[in-house]
């Protein structure tokens, strides 16, 4: 029997998939790091390195487990830089009679690989990554014949399925969304524990990648990465969640404050995109919790958080293998706008622009919240080009892969898909912003002006962009309220907004 070589890609370290139940000297598995995939995107300097990280250890630990494992680092001799080259070098110098791999989550890679396999002499097969609760078509399926994608329909047939917070047919609590009690501001008063970062060292990477000369963006204050690299860490930081984080995740979950990166979210979303713990494993642990915890965590804590990854999660995998490959290109509400140098930067008067991109550069992270009505609002309101967005979301934060990137941005933040994911714009004037954070508070700008020269940027770009976009929305029943006060709006008032408008989408670096 000849060798059968076994691809692994960046994001396919799941270290419980059937692959790994024996060691078999006819296997070789190979993981690349590669040009290819540092440089399709400008990727945030911590998400390089928590790939290579992540990659390096899951290759050590499945060496020391006896498997037979080729590893290409970025700047090895023997690296093509190109998946399919370093394969077919392989393949050949090996005498390699069957090739494997794992399904990709990208529908680039999972194209290349297809193309590969019909290109080579030699046997081939693709296999589940044993990661999801779904199959790639099952969402796609579930949907069938229906009009809308709505996700809670979804969600509430993952809950029954999987029998997750359920008696019997019913919602454990007697209610299957506690979203509206998801919405409180943190203030402060409740404290936050001490944050767990881990200190893993990345110095000899960090060097690798300034010789591979790799451009990235982003900072990394100390030669040390603070996500879990490898499986160990990533139970660690689950339970750190459970313990200390989930009695409150619900309750501030939409919250944002100026001192706060985290507040009560898990930063389990790194160690799930690179499969390093299963969502099923993190569901499990985080139930059990709960249950052994009942007198002290309310059920809205932990439905939040069981929506998010049986829920949006899993949706948002479904919808971009439903919708791929013209989802990419999508752009509804045709906005061409470019995408300010302060996205960059962090360099803006804008106190929440300011916080939310700040730690983004600062830690490739931001929680859902900043995402969405911070930056995400701002791109909307602004009318900037979907293609812009999304390769700025793709690039800066360490979980950002495209299957789950995508959906979030051009569906659920930028509209650019008509409303296939979110029923309506995520879009809002300065008032929500106040409403969930303290960054008004010390803002240049103030949240109660409408036109003033410091009046908040987004209380007239909000007016403006329902304004420009009627054609579009305004038959849409969720916005029926907000377009009646656009109708009432007294026209001197509406032409002065639309001018400061104008000006600030003009002069974004400006303000
Ligand atoms: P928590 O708030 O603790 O939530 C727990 C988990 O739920 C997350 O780890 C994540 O796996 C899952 N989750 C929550 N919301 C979503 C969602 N909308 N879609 C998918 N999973 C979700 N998430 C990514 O993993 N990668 C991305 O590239 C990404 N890009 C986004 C872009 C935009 C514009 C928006 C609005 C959201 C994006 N999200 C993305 C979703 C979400 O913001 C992140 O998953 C979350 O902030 C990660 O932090 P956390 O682990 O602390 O999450
Ligand atoms: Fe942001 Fe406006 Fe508030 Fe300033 S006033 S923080 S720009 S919402």
């Given amino acids: 029997m000849g060798k059968t070589l076994r691809l692994l890609l960046g994001d396919q370290l799941n270290s419980e998939h059937s692959w790994f139940k024996e060691v078999d000297d006819n296997l070789i598995y190979c993981m690349f790091e590669m040009r290819q ?76 690989l297809k193309d590969f396999c019909t290109s080579i002499a030699i046997d081939s097969t693709a296999v589940d990554t044993e990661h999801f609760y779904t199959k790639r078509n099952e969402l796609k399926t579930f949907y069938e014949g229906k009009k809308q994608y709505l996700m809670e329909n979804f969600y509430r047939h993952m809950r029954k399925k999987h029998e997750v917070l359920m008696e019997g047919e019913q919602p454990e609590g007697g209610k299957w969304n506690y979203d509206k009690s998801n919405r409180k501001k943190w203030k402060g008063n409740t404290s936050i524990p001490h944050y767990k970062w881990f200190v893993n060292d990345v110095s000899e990477i960090v060097s690798d990648i300034k010789k ?19 499986r160990e860490q ?56 709960y249950y052994e915890h009942k007198n002290d965590i309310d059920i809205s804590q932990v439905e939040g958080f069981v929506r998010q990854i049986i829920g949006w999660r899993e949706y948002m995998r479904g919808m971009y293998w439903a919708l791929m490959p013209d989802y990419k290109k999508k752009n509804e509400l045709e906005n061409t706008n470019a995408l300010p140098d302060f996205f960059w930067t962090g360099n803006t008067k804008m106190n929440c622009l300011k916080n939310a991109i700040n730690n983004s550069l600062d830690n490739g992270y931001a929680h859902h919240i900043q995402r ?97 976009k009627r054609q579009q929305l305004g038959n849409n029943h969720r916005m029926g309220m907000m377009y009646s006060l656009l109708d009432k709006m007294n026209a001197d008032k509406l032409t002065e907004l639309k001018e400061r408008a104008q000006h600030i989408i003009e002069n974004a670096d400006e303000y």
């Avoid at 911590?46 to 990659?55: T, W």
């Avoid at 680092?73 to 093509?80: E, Q, R, V």
């Avoid at 982003?218 to 879990?228: D, Q, R, W």
């Fill in 37 to 112: 995939e540092t440089d399709y995107v400008t990727h945030h300097i911590q998400k390089v390195i928590g790939f290579f990280s992540a990659m390096r250890n899951f290759s050590k630990e499945l060496k020391s487990n006896g498997y037979n494992v080729i590893y290409y680092k970025i700047n090895d001799t023997k690296n093509t830089q190109k998946l399919t080259d370093n394969l077919s070098k392989i393949i050949e110098e090996k005498g390699i009679k069957r090739f494997e791999y794992l399904l990709p989550d990208e529908y680039r890679l999972d194209q290349q």
């Fill in 234 to 289: 990533s139970l660690q930081q689950l339970n750190y969640f459970c313990e200390q984080l989930l009695i409150h995740f619900g309750d501030f979950q939409d919250a944002m404050h100026t001192n706060e990166v985290n507040l009560f979210h898990s930063r389990i979303s790194f160690a799930m995109n690179l499969k390093l713990i299963n969502p099923k494993t993190v569901i499990d642990t985080v139930i059990d919790y």
């Fill in 372 to 468: 969405l009505m911070v930056t995400g609002n701002y791109a909307l309101l602004t009318q900037i080009n979907p293609d812009e967005v999304d390769q700025w979301y793709l690039g800066i934060y360490v979980d950002a892969i495209e299957w789950v990137q995508l959906p979030n941005t051009r569906g659920m933040s930028q509209y650019a898909d008509g409303g296939l994911i979110a029923t309506k714009p995520y879009v809002s004037s300065g008032s929500y912003i106040n409403k969930m954070s303290n960054y008004c508070k010390d803002c240049h700008y103030s949240h109660k002006e409408k036109v003033t020269e410091d009046a908040c940027p987004f209380n007239s770009l909000y007016w403006n962009f329902l304004d420009d």
């Fill in 212 to 230: 591979a000369e790799i451009e990235t963006i982003g900072t990394l204050s100390t030669k040390t990465f603070s996500y879990p690299i490898n």
